[in-house]
């Protein structure tokens, strides 16, 4: 008889995050665990535990978050027994640690962990198994690595897995819950497919990316590098003791082999050499308002230039030409400047007729 799955996914509103609770309802002890809680909806969540008559013995996270303290370590101290789990590669602590190629089991059912790092250095994905006893179809847990038409950064571990897996991510910004992977090839905006060599094009350029609020608690306490009381550990699994084919091996984590270690986010994501990160969760873009009403001032100087003779125009081609402009102004600054080529030749011409 194939397993059961309890499934539920869970809404923490000021980070806007998602926490996700599977358990297997056919074993006996009818175990379970809790991916990406946080600590200010712990309560809650440990209620409807108890309400479904759960034993959680996880509580695993995909990453080490920026905007939220991760509610693993209040857990712990609340319900004896239950084990942190992430990524050795966070360089994190908690009670086990996963790698690339490891199984956690809660009964009959088993998530696959998988390195999707790029968001962060220990960035993975946790996907339910394949098999007829496993639920169906697939179901992924993308963390921060991608998110419903959007994600903090990926790379092509997900885009393997069948298309009409179904991801959940660790955040939402827009009423989102589920996608698939189909959906998010065809229509996440931060991402392009290249039939042919399968390259992730990411928009990186003049996003005026704000910091995040929580950044400065939320890593040193989710890194245990301040600790909070409960501290906030993660924990994992153990590796697995065979070699892992097929997948790709984390990056070493900040500080590995006694090098200094470095701050694991700048300004709110991790730096990655050449590569400037959208928002490290995956919120809505937000720039400053443009001036002259929010028009901008190189249409402001199109508009203005055909009461003052057309002077503006010129104006606005040797700033398009000489300084450095926000993108959203180029457009009134280009047809300022085609308004100055234009009107220089009504001038030519017309005094070469007299």
């Known amino acids: 008889m194939p397993c059961k799955l309890i499934f539920r996914q869970l809404f923490e509103k000021e980070s806007s995050t998602y926490t996700y609770l599977l358990a297997d309802s056919l074993h006996p002890d009818k175990p379970a665990l809790l991916i990406d809680p946080v600590d200010r909806t712990v309560d809650r969540d440990l209620a409807l535990v108890k309400e479904l008559g759960l034993k959680l013995i996880y509580a695993i996270n995909t990453h080490v978050h920026a905007d939220h303290v991760t509610g693993s370590g209040l857990i712990k101290t609340k319900v004896p027994g239950v084990k942190s789990i992430i990524s050795k590669a966070s360089n994190a602590k908690a009670d086990l640690f996963v790698e690339p190629g490891d199984n956690i089991y809660i009964g009959d059912i088993h998530l696959e962990v998988r390195a999707t790092p790029g968001h962060t250095l220990g960035c993975i994905t946790?996907?339910?198994?394949?098999g007829v006893d496993q639920p169906q179809p697939r179901m992924a847990f993308t963390g921060d690595a991608l998110l419903i038409?959007?994600?903090?950064?990926t790379d092509f571990?997900?885009?393997?897995?069948?298309?009409?897996?179904?991801?959940?991510p660790a955040h939402d910004y827009k009423g989102f819950t589920v996608s698939t992977v189909g959906e998010e090839m065809l229509y996440n905006p931060r991402?392009?497919?290249d039939k042919l060599l399968m390259?992730?094009?990411?928009?990186?350029?003049?996003?005026?990316?704000?910091?995040?609020?929580?950044?400065?608690?939320?890593?040193p306490s989710n890194m245990a590098v301040a600790v909070p009381v409960p501290p906030p550990e993660y924990g994992t699994f153990q590796a697995s003791s065979q070699p892992v084919m097929g997948f790709p091996q984390p990056v070493p984590p900040p500080g590995a082999m006694g090098a200094p270690t470095p701050e694991y986010y700048a300004h709110g994501y991790q730096a990655v050499p050449g590569y400037t990160a959208p928002d490290p969760e995956g919120r809505p873009e937000r720039h400053h308002?443009?001036?002259?009403?929010g028009i901008g001032l190189g249409w402001f100087l199109f508009i203005i230039g055909f009461l003052l003779a057309g002077i503006p125009w010129y104006l606005a081609a040797f700033v398009l030409l000489c300084a450095q402009i926000d993108p959203r102004e180029k457009p009134g600054y280009i047809v300022s400047t085609i308004a100055a080529v234009l009107a220089t030749f009504v001038l030519v011409f017309g005094l070469s007729k007299d």
């Open 126 to 130: 946790y996907v339910t198994g394949d």
């Open 149 to 153: 038409r959007g994600c903090g950064r």
């Open 157 to 168: 571990q997900i885009f393997t897995l069948p298309k009409d897996t179904l991801v959940y």
């Open 191 to 193: 991402l392009s497919k």
């Open 199 to 219: 390259k992730i094009t990411f928009f990186h350029t003049d996003l005026n990316l704000s910091y995040p609020k929580m950044i400065d608690i939320a890593v």
């Open 289 to 293: 308002r443009l001036p002259c009403c």
